[in-house]
């Protein structure tokens, strides 16, 4: 069966500093993945979602970026963090399109980022 | 452009008390329509998906919904709420690529004993 992994569970940044955060899937091969951010009592904002291996696209302007070094990993980072930037942020996947034929997404159980 | 509209920001009901979730999207073509649930702190977890055939799907925890194409609706239901659903609710619908997924704005459930 198919898994999905974040880490940090948790993370507390100073302003200004950089971030990286870590996604990782098992049990899948060329999968979607995506980064959502919630903010506080706000839904879900999808961030970048990746269709293959350095395929990035991203969905809102902003200081962050997206990587996908291998097929099952997918990176969000920062080189300069914002207050703004305080959420909780999701990982997903999904089967490709071609394969699949009802585009569910699955979540790892997130990441709460504080700026300070 | 797909969207989502879930116009109960919240909802109490009494355990025991039938629920229904409303969920309005707006798409061209025949959509994929789900609804998901996110305990706080949590992430999201697939309840049930609509992509054709019948238009009563039932999901996990009891949950169904109901498609329905004339009022562009895909509401969820649970005929008797558990202490244990208090959550926020989402629905979403698929873009014509496969690619990405709207979702609404949420509902959180609140069940009072």
């Known amino acids: 069966s198919q898994t999905i992994h974040q880490w940090p569970a948790t993370l507390v940044q100073p302003v200004g500093s950089p971030l990286s955060l870590e996604c990782t899937v098992e049990?899948?091969?060329?999968?979607?993945l995506y980064w959502y951010r919630q903010a506080a009592g706000r839904g879900l904002q999808l961030l970048f979602y990746?269709?293959?291996?350095?395929?990035i696209s991203s969905e809102v302007p902003q200081n962050l970026s997206a990587s996908r070094p291998q097929d099952r990993q997918f990176i969000l980072s920062s080189k300069k963090l914002l207050l703004s930037d305080s959420g909780f942020y999701l990982c997903?996947?999904?089967?490709?399109?071609?394969?699949?034929?009802?585009?569910?997404?699955?979540f790892g159980p997130g990441t709460r980022l504080t700026v300070t | 452009a797909q969207s989502v509209t879930q116009p109960d920001i919240h909802i109490t009901v009494s355990e025991g008390a039938s629920l229904e979730l409303r969920c309005n999207y707006s798409?061209?073509?025949?959509?994929?329509l789900f609804w998901y649930v996110q305990s706080p702190g949590q992430g999201l977890q697939l309840l049930l998906k609509?992509?054709?055939?019948?238009?009563l799907v039932q999901g996990i925890k009891g949950f169904e919904a109901e498609f329905k194409r004339s009022q562009s609706s895909f509401n969820l239901r649970k005929p008797s709420v558990h202490w244990s659903d208090a959550a926020e609710y989402f629905c979403?619908?698929?873009?014509?690529?496969?690619?990405?997924?709207?979702f609404g704005a949420g509902t959180i459930l609140r069940v009072k004993s």
């Open positions: 609509y992509f054709s055939g019948d238009t």
């Open positions: 990746s269709v293959g291996i350095g395929q």
């Open positions: 997903a996947w999904s089967p490709p399109p071609r394969l699949a034929a009802t585009y569910e997404q699955y």
């Open positions: 049990g899948t091969s060329n999968p979607n």
């Open positions: 798409y061209g073509a025949t959509p994929y």
């Open positions: 979403a619908v698929g873009d014509e690529y496969g690619n990405k997924l709207v």
